[in-house]
Each structure stands twice: as structure tokens, then as C-alpha cells.
């Protein structure tokens, strides 16, 4: 069976990754020589030292993680005290975030039966890192957990891989096909067959190996070791590994995070790292922040609460009469509200390469220079009338030519204005290519801006509030699919 992967464990893996716009795995592997000073709180490397050390870099890493990896053996290695560790550390994750025991388990009947107990049912472990060597029948008593994820190793990241798993191997039952083939690549093709529960371990260090593996197992998840302390090449693990979607690889990076001085720096660096690779690899993909339910229930119902969007007969700038106001310059008038969608702007963001943001006046304004204290990035804005004293400035901010400005507006509906701020930027000699909005309202904007060669990522579509507002009560169902009949006669006009 070969295919997307939809079952739960991967169901719960794809959220995350789009929850979090990251493909960045953090491992959990505390070496009590190697931990910082700070943790030790002078008492040497105890076991509530390493459980502080841990809980501090999943707290620090919470914002860019797509997924935690404990590896076992570190665990084991501290004794009794060691498994301690490792529960109070798979307790010390959030919920949401999945979690692959890294066990490289493999064997038979019942051994196999114990460990799969153990991995799923003792540490609730999401997945599990498995070798295939065994065969099948290692695995089988794994697969009967048919809600986890299983990761086979296929082409690990150390040097002495290549002893055995790049030999090749004529397999007498597809000779006359598929003559030589390594053995990594056999794997793959088996062990994807087994269900689609199976992921494959591929090495950063073998970048060629990562594309030979993708062409065999195309929509497979990949888990991905190497990168940082091994030496493996981000940038071409990426370009190898990448599905035509921009995700499929889940890279794994514990030193280079655990030991850094700055660990929330390191994994927010990683992320940036990786999502601007998934930009160059897919620069028309627009990207959607796919946050859990009810935290966009919430900001809906407040944004109704504020009066941001009413429901009624209004008479827009146009002279047409809608159902539907958003009046986006109130998120001034509730600072916690504007830095939750601020919040939003951001993850949008850390997946489009990016210079400096420019706001649109006059909503965006505020909302930009939330999103730049947010993320860090600076702000700059065309005015909307032309400056006849002073310096003369046609857009407020220090920039440079041939930076790149991402446009940050409220919403878009046809795109016009975004598309007026986008060639004034671009006259001034300023590379613009992407624009972040808070609503999509589905009036055809994306598409335009898309013939001019920008590409809008939005934190959600009208539809999806509309879709809240009914699940909450806020509004009646007869309400949203008269604002949904006036979009799309809109869209048509």
C-alpha cells in the first residue's frame, strides 16, 4: 500500500506541521556531560537537573516545534531514575504535539508483542523508530497499533551505514524489473507496503539517498537525523527529500537546540531555515495557519463582541449593499486581541522569505507594527498621500533597494489595494512577492494578485468564521448562507 498517509498518528503529525508552519522535530536526549551550567543549579547532574533541563527546552521550543523525539537510551542509561526521567519528560509536552519514541526496536513474536506494549501503552508514545532487519513479523505486533505511527529505519545518518545498506541486492522475485538495487531502497519499497501507518528514518548526511528514497515512497513521511552536530546539509536534505506539497520530511535536531545558549534562537532559526526552503521548493503554495478549533472560535466570537464584523444591511464604499461590515481599525481598541491575530501574522511569516513588512494604510497600519514587535522584523509603509515638505518621502521607514517586502493588509477582497502598494514598492526598487491577510473573503483577491505575481497567505477564509459563528450560536445558519450568497454573487460580478 503506497499513498498519503491519513491515519491517526500522521492525521495528528500534519496538523502540528500546519498548527506551527514547522517541520522542525526536537530531540530530548539528555547526556548529563553535556549539560549546561545553568541547569545544575549547583548540584551536578542530578536527575531533577536533566528534567529541568528538558522542561526548559520544550518550553522554549513550543513555538517551532512540529513534533518531540526522546531518545530511549539516554533514558536507560541513568537506571531506575532514567525512567523517571522519561515519564515526567513525556508529561512535560504539551498536548497536541506529537511524540516519537526513538527505540530502534526490532524483533520477534512475543519480544516484539512487549516492546510494542511498552512503547505505546507504558509511554504512550505517538510513534516509534523501528528496525526492519527481522522482517515483517518484527513489526506486525507494532502494526496492530493501528492508530501510531511507525518509523523504519532505512538509510541512518552514521558513517558505517553503508556496510550493509547500500549494497546491492538482486531480489530474484523482481529481477527481470528492478535488477541491483540498494538494500535501503528495498526497505523502503517493502516496508511502505506493510501500511500506511510506516514512515522511513532517512539521513541528512546522504542527501542522494533521500531523493532515491522519495522517488520510491512519493508521500511518505520521512524522519530525518543528521542535521547539526552530524554534519548533515539542510539545504540540500530539503531540496532531496521535499513532497511536491512542501512537507513529507520531519527534521530532527537535538544538540544543535539542547546545548545551544539561546535554545528557543536555535529551534526559531532551524524553522525559519527550513520554511524558506519550502518556499523556494513550492513559491505559489499559499500558506494557511491551521490553528486548533477552538482557539479560532474564540477570536471570532471576539471580534463579533468588539464589532470588528456585523451582520446587517450596510452600504459599502462601492454603493453595493452587504450583509456582512468588517471593520478590522477596532483591533486597536482591544490590544489583546490584536496580538493574538499578531500571533497569526507571525506564524503566516516564518514560512515566506522576507526583508521587511510593509503595512497598508490605514487598517494594516497597527496590525503591521504588532506583527514587526511580534516577529522582530522591520516595518516600513507607503503613504497614502504624497509628502510635500520635509524629506519628501514617499514611503515612511529605512530601507534599501532589492530587499523584500512582504505586504501585510487586514483583508483582501479583490486585491486591489494590495496590488496599488505592491507597485509603488516595486517602483521604488523593492522585490514584493508575498502578501500576509488576516481574511480571505473569497471574492477572487488571491487569484488576482496571483497573475501579478504575488502570492497571498491568509490566517483564514470568511467561510471558516462564518462556519464558527453557526457552531457557537453567534449567529443563525440562514444569516451566514446570506452573506455566502452575496459573496459568491460578488465573485461572479
Given at each position: 500500500?503506497?499513498?498519503?498517509?491519513?491515519?491517526?498518528?500522521?492525521?495528528?503529525?500534519?496538523?502540528?506541521?500546519?498548527?506551527?508552519?514547522?517541520?522542525?522535530?526536537?530531540?530530548?536526549?539528555?547526556?548529563?556531560?553535556?549539560?549546561?551550567?545553568?541547569?545544575?543549579?549547583?548540584q551536578g547532574a542530578t536527575a531533577d537537573a536533566l528534567l529541568a533541563w528538558n522542561r526548559a527546552v520544550i518550553a522554549a521550543t513550543a513555538p517551532y516545534a512540529a513534533a518531540?523525539?526522546?531518545?530511549?537510551?539516554?533514558?536507560?542509561?541513568?537506571?531506575?531514575?532514567?525512567?523517571?526521567?522519561?515519564?515526567?519528560?513525556?508529561?512535560?509536552?504539551?498536548?497536541?504535539?506529537?511524540?516519537?519514541?526513538?527505540?530502534?526496536?526490532?524483533?520477534?513474536?512475543?519480544?516484539?508483542?512487549?516492546?510494542?506494549?511498552?512503547?505505546?501503552?507504558?509511554?504512550?508514545?505517538?510513534?516509534?523508530?523501528?528496525?526492519?532487519?527481522?522482517?515483517?513479523?518484527?513489526?506486525?505486533?507494532?502494526?496492530?497499533?493501528?492508530?501510531?505511527?511507525?518509523?523504519?529505519?532505512?538509510?541512518?545518518?552514521?558513517?558505517?551505514?553503508?556496510?550493509?545498506?547500500?549494497?546491492?541486492?538482486?531480489?530474484?522475485?523482481?529481477?527481470?524489473?528492478?535488477?541491483?538495487?540498494?538494500?535501503?531502497?528495498?526497505?523502503?519499497?517493502?516496508?511502505?507496503?506493510?501500511?500506511?501507518?510506516?514512515?522511513?528514518?532517512?539521513?541528512?548526511?546522504?542527501?542522494?539517498?533521500?531523493?532515491?528514497?522519495?522517488?520510491?515512497?512519493?508521500?511518505?513521511?520521512?524522519?530525518?537525523?543528521?542535521?547539526?552536530?552530524?554534519?548533515?546539509?539542510?539545504?540540500?536534505?530539503?531540496?532531496?527529500?521535499?513532497?511536491?506539497?512542501?512537507?513529507?520530511?520531519?527534521?530532527?535536531?537535538?544538540?544543535?537546540?539542547?546545548?545551544?545558549?539561546?535554545?528557543?534562537?536555535?529551534?526559531?532559526?532551524?524553522?525559519?531555515?527550513?520554511?524558506?526552503?519550502?518556499?523556494?521548493?513550492?513559491?505559489?503554495?499559499?500558506?494557511?495557519?491551521?490553528?486548533?478549533?477552538?482557539?479560532?472560535?474564540?477570536?471570532?466570537?471576539?471580534?463579533?463582541?468588539?464589532?470588528?464584523?456585523?451582520?446587517?444591511?450596510?452600504?459599502?464604499?462601492?454603493?453595493?449593499q452587504s450583509p456582512i461590515y468588517i471593520d478590522l481599525r477596532l483591533l486597536v481598541s482591544r490590544p489583546s486581541l490584536l496580538a493574538r491575530t499578531a500571533d497569526l501574522y507571525?506564524?503566516?511569516?516564518?514560512?515566506?522569505?522576507?526583508?521587511?513588512?510593509?503595512?497598508?494604510?490605514?487598517?494594516?497600519?497597527?496590525?503591521?507594527?504588532?506583527?514587526?514587535?511580534?516577529?522582530?522584523?522591520?516595518?516600513?509603509?507607503?503613504?497614502?498621500?504624497?509628502?510635500?515638505?520635509?524629506?519628501?518621502?514617499?514611503?515612511?521607514?529605512?530601507?534599501?533597494?532589492?530587499?523584500?517586502?512582504?505586504?501585510?493588509?487586514?483583508?483582501?477582497?479583490?486585491?486591489?489595494?494590495?496590488?496599488?502598494?505592491?507597485?509603488?514598492?516595486?517602483?521604488?526598487?523593492?522585490?514584493?512577492?508575498?502578501?500576509?491577510?488576516?481574511?480571505?473573503?473569497?471574492?477572487?483577491?488571491?487569484?488576482?494578485?496571483?497573475?501579478?505575481?504575488?502570492?497571498?497567505?491568509?490566517?483564514?477564509?470568511?467561510?471558516?468564521?462564518?462556519?464558527?459563528?453557526?457552531?457557537?450560536?453567534?449567529?443563525?445558519?440562514?444569516?451566514?448562507?446570506?452573506?455566502?450568497?452575496?459573496?459568491?454573487?460578488?465573485r461572479c460580478a
Amino acid at each position: 500500500m503506497s499513498g498519503t498517509q491519513t491515519t491517526s498518528f500522521f492525521a495528528k503529525l500534519a496538523a502540528s506541521v500546519e498548527q506551527r508552519n514547522s517541520l522542525l522535530c526536537v530531540g530530548l536526549d539528555p547526556v548529563p556531560d553535556q549539560m549546561p551550567e545553568r541547569y545544575r543549579n549547583g548540584q551536578g547532574a542530578t536527575a531533577d537537573a536533566l528534567l529541568a533541563w528538558n522542561r526548559a527546552v520544550i518550553a522554549a521550543t513550543a513555538p517551532y516545534a512540529a513534533a518531540y523525539k526522546p531518545n530511549i537510551a539516554f533514558y536507560e542509561a541513568l537506571g531506575a531514575d532514567g525512567f523517571t526521567l522519561l515519564r515526567r519528560t513525556l508529561d512535560a509536552i504539551p498536548p497536541g504535539y506529537p511524540v516519537i519514541l526513538d527505540a530502534k526496536r526490532g524483533d520477534i513474536g512475543s519480544t516484539a508483542a512487549a516492546y510494542a506494549k511498552a512503547c505505546f501503552e507504558h509511554w504512550r508514545a505517538d510513534a516509534v523508530t523501528l528496525t526492519p532487519y527481522l522482517g515483517r513479523d518484527s513489526i506486525q505486533p507494532f502494526l496492530a497499533y493501528t492508530d501510531k505511527g511507525l518509523f523504519v529505519l532505512c538509510h541512518t545518518s552514521n558513517p558505517g551505514s553503508a556496510d550493509f545498506q547500500e549494497m546491492e541486492i538482486n531480489d530474484w522475485r523482481t529481477l527481470d524489473r528492478e535488477p541491483n538495487l540498494p538494500l535501503y531502497i528495498h526497505v523502503a519499497k517493502t516496508a511502505t507496503a506493510w501500511s500506511p501507518n510506516v514512515g522511513l528514518v532517512v539521513g541528512a548526511t546522504f542527501p542522494e539517498s533521500i531523493a532515491a528514497v522519495r522517488r520510491t515512497a512519493p508521500e511518505r513521511w520521512f524522519l530525518v537525523p543528521g542535521v547539526g552536530a552530524q554534519g548533515g546539509d539542510l539545504e540540500a536534505t530539503l531540496a532531496a527529500g521535499l513532497r511536491a506539497d512542501g512537507a513529507g520530511l520531519l527534521i530532527n535536531v537535538s544538540r544543535g537546540i539542547a546545548l545551544a545558549d539561546d535554545p528557543a534562537a536555535a529551534a526559531n532559526a532551524i524553522c525559519d531555515q527550513i520554511n524558506q526552503s519550502r518556499i523556494r521548493s513550492a513559491p505559489n503554495a499559499p500558506l494557511q495557519f491551521a490553528a486548533p478549533s477552538d482557539v479560532f472560535d474564540t477570536l471570532f466570537a471576539s471580534l463579533v463582541d468588539l464589532e470588528a464584523v456585523k451582520f446587517g444591511e450596510f452600504i459599502l464604499a462601492s454603493g453595493i449593499q452587504s450583509p456582512i461590515y468588517i471593520d478590522l481599525r477596532l483591533l486597536v481598541s482591544r490590544p489583546s486581541l490584536l496580538a493574538r491575530t499578531a500571533d497569526l501574522y507571525t506564524n503566516l511569516l516564518r514560512g515566506v522569505p522576507c526583508d521587511r513588512i510593509a503595512g497598508v494604510p490605514y487598517a494594516a497600519l497597527p496590525i503591521g507594527t504588532a506583527v514587526a514587535l511580534n516577529a522582530g522584523v522591520p516595518l516600513i509603509y507607503p503613504r497614502k498621500e504624497a509628502k510635500a515638505y520635509g524629506l519628501g518621502r514617499d514611503i515612511e521607514g529605512a530601507w534599501s533597494q532589492g530587499e523584500r517586502v512582504v505586504i501585510v493588509e487586514d483583508l483582501i477582497t479583490s486585491g486591489g489595494s494590495t496590488l496599488k502598494t505592491a507597485e509603488r514598492l516595486r517602483a521604488a526598487g523593492l522585490i514584493v512577492e508575498h502578501a500576509l491577510v488576516l481574511i480571505d473573503r473569497e471574492q477572487g483577491g488571491p487569484e488576482n494578485l496571483a497573475a501579478h505575481g504575488i502570492t497571498v497567505h491568509s490566517a483564514f477564509k470568511l467561510s471558516d468564521m462564518l462556519d464558527s459563528l453557526v457552531r457557537q450560536g453567534l449567529i443563525s445558519a440562514e444569516r451566514a448562507e446570506s452573506v455566502r450568497r452575496f459573496i459568491r454573487e460578488q465573485r461572479c460580478a
